[in-house]
């Protein structure tokens, strides 16, 4: 059983394990067409995969999942609460982006955040913030056999990773607080709907689809 | 390396290892059409999926799997011998189904054993053993590019958490033994072949499918 | 955090990490067409993929990845490298197939070499040595929606488990060393690509296929 977490930790984590849960369940609901079970599952797997990769990458186990009832219930809270929602289908496509976008921003500053507790190195705690951010809803994508967000995003992977280096840098160097929690997680959650709403994406390789000046790329 | 288990979860263990790996392999023969290698590595990733993933959660690593060879020895029997039966293909469908639901059964009892076993919470005893249950299909479809059952289930994750249940108040009243631990499984494999065989499926989301009175959802 | 690995086993891993994310990331740009993010993204999980899996198995936690910097700039470097190579697309066949064989055959001696360092015995070793060495493609064919090459493979799997036995007897009986490390890897290397060039597969379940003698299986 692991101490109990730093409040800050404790409610950025549960707020973007809800996010993150309405997120799944949503999916679940609209792209998937699953029953009360897959979406109360799918949920859950969005909502809790991040942070138990995270905890088993930094050999934190049981999991906070496990080790604490409050990320199960919100999780499957979150799960029910969506699922409830239902009936409103052809509005969920916005939600469904927000929320994943809310989940993603927070838990790159938990990840990152964490990974500092347990003394990872500041590069170390920045790719765990990512992949913590990620991991989710990958499993969410790769469950539903959907290509993961994280490989052709508009803009995904990299949001998270400034969000989870504005988080390390500022607990290195001391001035790390609510504040900068917020503004790291604000930065991520601005960049990626941006990069949603204007379709921005990372350049592709080189000549890989001839790339004219028409194309949506950006440096 | 972990002490020896208790001989009782030993042998649902097992026996629910032997049971998956034939569903594993048998799926790889009839709806892969893979290889020896395949069937056998299909069967194993089965069978011993759901184990790993549990002890991993609860933090008992290297998992059972590794530190005690009968594991790994029956889950390779298991793709063997399913591989020397891969000519009946036209009878698999039935037996496919019925050894999925036997490990579900065998696996939700021991996963929540385990896990109070390692003294997390009945509630987190209950959602591991599911998990246990569930993790060990979920990759077999994963791999072989199915939707997991567990997310469109008849009557798959239900069952599971039933047994589950049983298991972790039968042993917090110390009522628990092999009576308690074969009716827990007793009923979960019942329910999940009632289910199977009428089609019944858990609630969708309300209003997402028209749902008519002539649907087989039931509440 | 561990211990400095040996030497051998450090030089070993971080080749196969290398090819396995040139691997990876090259895969990304013909296959999957996906942006620099998904590229280096799909080149990391491939190189570390492997690597994490065994080291969670063994209890190395946090695994190599992340308590020692080198194994994470070699595979970030491996995807950019990869990417700048993007645009000679039409010759890219060939290499992916010969780093994938590179990195499956070094995973596999320093996945036995590393379970037998964490005093698992030698059946064991030989198992993870295996899944070291397959565990990365296998993520990354699952990211990509491929049926993973361990399922169908043309000798996939049958060459690491050589790889990995040659190297856990050899430590066993104290004769292991470079040459013996090279030895083994390069039987494994040899063996997969005479296979992917004759297109040997490992036989299929008796009756499945109705197998003539014109079919390319063999024993």
């Not at 792209?31 to 809790?48: E, F, H, Q, S, Y």
């Not at 969920?92 to 927070?106: E, M, Q, R």
């Not at 990069?195 to 004219?212: E, H, M, S, T």
């Amino acid at each position: 059983m692991n101490a109990e977490p730093p409040p800050l930790l404790l409610a950025l984590d549960l707020t973007g394990t809800f996010a993150f849960g309405l997120n799944g369940a949503l999916t679940a609901v609209r792209a998937a067409r699953l029953d009360i079970v897959g979406v109360v599952t799918l949920g859950m797997v969005t909502a809790l995969g991040g942070g138990i990769i995270r905890d088993i990458l930094i050999d934190s186990l049981p999991p906070a999942t496990f080790s604490d009832w409050r990320y199960l219930a919100v999780a499957a809270a979150s799960g029910l609460v969506a699922y409830g929602l239902g009936r409103r289908l052809d509005r969920l496509a916005g939600p469904i982006i927000v929320f994943d976008a809310l989940g993603l921003s927070l838990f790159a500053v938990t990840g990152a955040s964490k990974a500092l507790d347990f003394r990872l190195g500041i590069g170390q705690a920045i790719i765990l913030g990512a992949i913590t951010a990620v991991g989710g809803g990958t499993l969410r994508d790769v469950l539903i056999r959907r290509i993961p967000t994280v490989l052709y995003s508009e803009l995904y992977a990299i949001p998270a990773l400034i969000a989870a280096t504005i988080t390390a840098v500022t607990i290195s160097t001391g001035v790390y607080g609510i504040p900068a929690a917020i503004g790291a997680a604000a930065v991520c959650f601005v960049v990626r709907l941006v990069g949603v709403r204007f379709g921005l994406n990372a350049p592709g390789p080189p000549g890989a689809y001839g790339g004219g000046p028409g194309s949506a790329d950006r440096r």
